[in-house]
């Protein structure tokens, strides 16, 4: 991303060699990579590459939705799995662009930030000869003052030192060269120019450091002491770790959900929610904490976030032999409403005492529908509030083996379908409805009571380290876009001159008749001013060509250029008068 | 007071509306002089028009190039004064429909009871009413880009028009998930830099146009660019608002990145929207870039503004309406 314009010399040939040619072909791939066309045309192609990341399900967001896709699109998923297209933002293809992006970007800031400090060390440039010809140009006579009699030159030094004074009091950089001064401003913009590049690398680095030193992980935490989460690995439903974190990386620290409090509208739209847990951190006194939405629970080493949330009915199952199991399992929601929908399962029922054998064909489990707030009329299938106005729960039966033993992963909150096809897990009954505290006694004898229910949470527990280093890059990538997309770099020169047109410079000197317009303006003398020798300096009054040129967009320079000219010219008639 | 936001947005379009037929106005009987002009003296518009190319060629600071539309004082016609006039009520009925737009946001954030940018409706009427402000300041900066006016009162009126027939939503609080006070400053920056660039896209398109005119073409879209301004002016025009448009794009980005680590656990997540505002960012990046690399042409890189424009409808429009994902507050059934 090379800036031609604000190159500050062009780099010397090289000696012409014998040419190498694997050495040319590199160079001249080096070269093209880095120049600016190269850098848009890959950063065309990377948002180019970041659109299928929003049009097809990811896996990193839902992984869920990736299995829908596969379901509805069996052909052509496979083939976009292969190339990534469900992983874009990981893939090699989008890794690959934003590399080479970096890399071209490196090549090119480099050069510039050895340009660029050259650039701070070095002194404005003499001035062209023909300050005319530059963009913006003013020019005016001064009358000699009381130095003029040490003679030759020293007037017309003084007079640029003068000038030089006033430039410098406007934070201009300014050189003298005997009676010319070069001044140059404006170098904010390469500085800020660079800082955004330089802070785009840092955050990537952030990006990167976090990615390989941060970990998470999702929980489902249900109210009370006894459903307690401890900050280890198993403990997590779902997480994922850097490649540079382990098991025992994580902050030990332990949450149980005291309190849950949500508020809504009318039309069930939720207004406000509230988790209260009880933290437990190693070599702290435990303590209650309270987060929310927008605002995390903070602890050493990791955040927590509240993500959702739902209930957990209060199942209690009576066996044929009297044998009470309460279940108290979370019901995933489905909808805005919370309805949720779960499995309550006994694995250990129905134990003749007598002899003590576990039947494993005696296991009972309940489908269920757990309503908060049930509709007036049937079907009871969906709730109709989010919070528990008149909670119901709806319980389908089963009994049989719940192939639980067999080692085979499946999900908590649904029973396994296989043993259901294969007839070894059968529905007794129909579904029914119960109230809380209503108890519905089986065809064997033996019971369904729901008791309550809890509340659950669903958090995320989260730890990046690269996230200060992305957020100060970032502060400072806004800082450095400001002052590289305002600033303006600009060189003015001032060449002070005798009066006398043989005299004059070189170049062809000023206009006659222009300098004596800018003469005849303003800034004659004032005769009562003028000392015994005023016939003399009159003829010693000198000659002032100023000459401006902006380096970058500037449309305002003209006017800068002006009230810079009047603050000169000001300067150095309160000079005289003094 | 609900009530009242809805009938101030009926104002704010006729308002609008209005404004769009008077600069038509002006555009129309600015044409029928010219028509005039080159009937009678066609070899004067040809060197006029060829004028206007040379012109356009050197850019100095600040030097304007000759304009096609400057009649001479000797054309005796009425239609230019007309015209004037025309555009003058234009602007003023533009002025009277900005203040009728600020009435519509205003009292619907006073019913809310919060600020007005809850969902795709409220936040339309703000991208929009940041636009019409930003044209009626650069407007009095610069009188003499007043006939862009009219694709400004079209923008309006077609996105207000939008916001009202198919993105109304009722009043309701927020939801949780916006309730925390990075909404208030994300969100603006969202609206300000939105506003800004969606105004910085009427001159680029105008450039476009403009820029074929002064070449020559005289098919249709061209035809258009024969009484707008000059097309350097234009393209600086274009320039300046994006310079001062993309910083604040950038930390609406940033601000929206500090408030999802605290809403949902991490700065960045390639969340539809954030992918989107990711490839507006980039290619906003590259017009800026293109801008100010002397070897490309400056058609080029304002093609890339206007593409960047295309990114930043689709993150409203596309992504609010045909993909789910963590920012769905468009509230649009």
């Known amino acids: 991303m090379t800036l031609v314009e604000d190159r500050v010399a062009a780099p010397e040939q090289p000696p012409p060699r014998r040419p190498n040619r694997l050495w040319a072909l590199l160079r001249n791939s080096w070269r093209q990579l880095t120049s600016m066309r190269t850098a848009l045309v890959l950063l065309f192609l990377l948002a180019v590459a970041a659109i299928p990341g929003s049009l097809l399900p990811q896996r990193a967001i839902s992984a869920e939705k990736v299995n829908a896709y596969f379901v509805q699109h069996p052909k052509l998923a496979p083939v976009l799995d292969r190339l990534g297209a469900f992983e874009v933002f990981a893939s090699v293809w989008f890794s690959a662009i934003y590399l080479l992006l970096f890399t071209s970007l490196i090549g090119c800031i480099v050069p510039r930030l050895r340009d660029h400090y050259r650039a701070l060390r070095a002194v404005p440039p003499a001035p062209p000869r023909h300050l005319r010809r530059l963009p913006q140009y003013a020019s005016w006579s001064v009358a000699g003052s009381g130095d003029a009699r040490s003679g030759g030159g020293d007037d017309e030094e003084g007079t640029a030192r003068a000038i030089a004074a006033v430039l410098r009091r406007r934070r201009w950089r300014v050189a003298v060269r005997g009676g010319t001064v070069s001044a140059e401003k404006g170098y904010l913009k390469e500085t800020g120019n660079l800082l955004f590049h330089v802070t785009l690398l840092a955050v990537l680095v952030g990006v990167g450091y976090g990615a390989w030193y941060g970990w998470h992980g999702n929980r489902l935490l249900v109210g009370g002491a006894d459903k307690a989460f401890c900050n280890t690995l198993q403990q997590f439903d779902e997480q994922g770790l850097g490649p540079r974190v382990d098991d025992g990386d994580l902050p030990p620290f332990c949450l149980e959900l005291t309190d849950f409090k949500a508020s809504y509208l009318d039309s069930g739209q939720p207004k406000s929610f509230s988790a209260t847990v009880r933290v437990d951190e190693r070599g702290r006194p435990s303590r209650s904490a309270t987060f929310s939405v927008n605002s995390p629970l903070r602890l050493h080493g990791a955040n927590v976030y509240l993500l959702g949330h739902g209930y957990a009915p209060i199942i209690r199952y009576t066996d044929r032999y009297g044998k009470s199991l309460t279940s108290i399992a979370p019901f995933p929601t489905t909808d805005a409403m919370l309805t949720g929908e779960g499995v309550a399962t006994f694995q250990d029922v129905n134990i003749d005492p007598k002899t003590g054998k576990r039947d494993p064909n005696q296991q009972v489990a309940f489908e269920g529908i757990y309503l908060p707030t049930m509709p007036d009329q049937p079907p009871y299938v969906r709730s109709v509030f989010p919070a528990e106005r008149s909670p119901g729960l709806m319980l389908i039966p089963y009994r049989g083996n719940l192939g639980l033993e067999a080692g085979i992963p499946g999900s908590v909150y649904q029973l396994d379908q296989r043993q259901i096809r294969t007839g070894k897990l059968k529905q007794v009954g129909d579904g029914k409805l119960l109230r809380p505290g209503e108890k519905w006694t089986l065809d064997d004898g033996s019971s369904v009571e729901f008791v309550g229910s809890r509340q659950f949470v669903t958090l995320s527990v989260r730890y990046d380290p690269g996230e200060k280093i992305v957020l100060v890059s970032s502060a400072l990538l806004l800082v450095g876009l400001m002052l590289t997309l305002t600033g303006r770099r600009r060189r003015v020169w001032f060449r002070v001159l005798p009066a006398d047109p043989s005299a004059q410079s070189p170049a062809g000197g000023p206009d006659p008749d222009r300098a004596a317009d800018s003469n005849g303006g303003t800034a004659a003398p004032d005769p009562a001013l003028s000392d015994p020798l005023s016939e003399s300096t009159t003829a010693r009054s000198s000659f002032v060509e100023a000459g401006g040129l902006p380096r970058t967009d500037y449309s305002g320079f003209a006017e800068e250029f002006n009230q810079l000219v009047a603050a000169v010219r000001r300067a150095g008639t309160q000079e005289e008068s003094e | ?333």
Request: proline share 5%; with cysteine.
């Open chain 2, 1 to 333: 007071m609900a009530a009242l936001s809805d009938q101030l947005l009926v104002v704010a379009i006729f308002a609008y509306l209005v404004a769009m037929i008077c600069h038509a106005a002006e555009y129309a009987l600015g044409n029928r002089a010219m028509v005039g002009r080159t009937v009678v003296r066609p070899a004067r518009e040809r060197v006029l028009v060829g004028a206007g190319v040379g012109g356009a060629g050197g850019t100095g600071p600040g030097a304007e190039p000759p304009r096609v539309e400057k009649v001479p004082a000797a054309d005796v016609d009425r239609g230019p004064g007309r015209a004037a006039l025309a555009g003058r009520i234009a602007v003023a009925v533009t002025v009277l429909g900005a203040l009728a737009h600020l009435g519509v946001i205003t009292t619907r954030g006073i019913a809310a009871d919060r600020m007005p940018w809850g969902n795709m409706y409220e936040f339309v009427l703000s991208v929009t009413f940041v636009g019409a402000t930003a044209w009626l300041v650069v407007l009095s900066r610069r009188p003499a880009i007043r006939h862009l006016g009219l694709f400004v009162a079209l923008a309006m009126v077609l996105l207000l028009g939008v916001a009202g027939l198919v993105l109304y939503t009722p009043i309701v609080p927020l939801v949780p998930a916006l309730n925390s006070y990075w909404f208030v400053i994300h969100v603006t920056a969202a609206v300000l830099s939105s506003g800004l660039l969606l105004l910085a896209a009427v001159p680029a398109v105008m450039y476009l146009i403009r820029n074929g005119y002064e070449q020559g073409k005289r098919s249709f879209p061209y035809t258009l660019g024969a009484r707008v301004p000059a097309a350097a002016t234009l393209e600086r025009l274009t320039f300046r608002l994006h310079t001062f448009a993309f910083p604040i794009w950038t930390f609406a980005v940033m601000a929206g990145a500090v408030w999802a680590e605290a809403a949902w656990g991490r700065y960045w997540g390639w969340d539809p929207k954030e992918t989107w505002a990711f490839i507006s960012w980039v290619v906003y990046a590259g017009y800026l870039h293109a801008r100010a690399t002397p070897s490309v042409k400056r058609n080029v890189a304002t093609w890339i503004a206007v593409l960047g424009f295309a990114t930043m409808l689709m993150n409203l429009f596309g992504v609010n309406l045909f993909i789910s994902g963590l920012h769905s507050y468009a509230g649009v059934n």
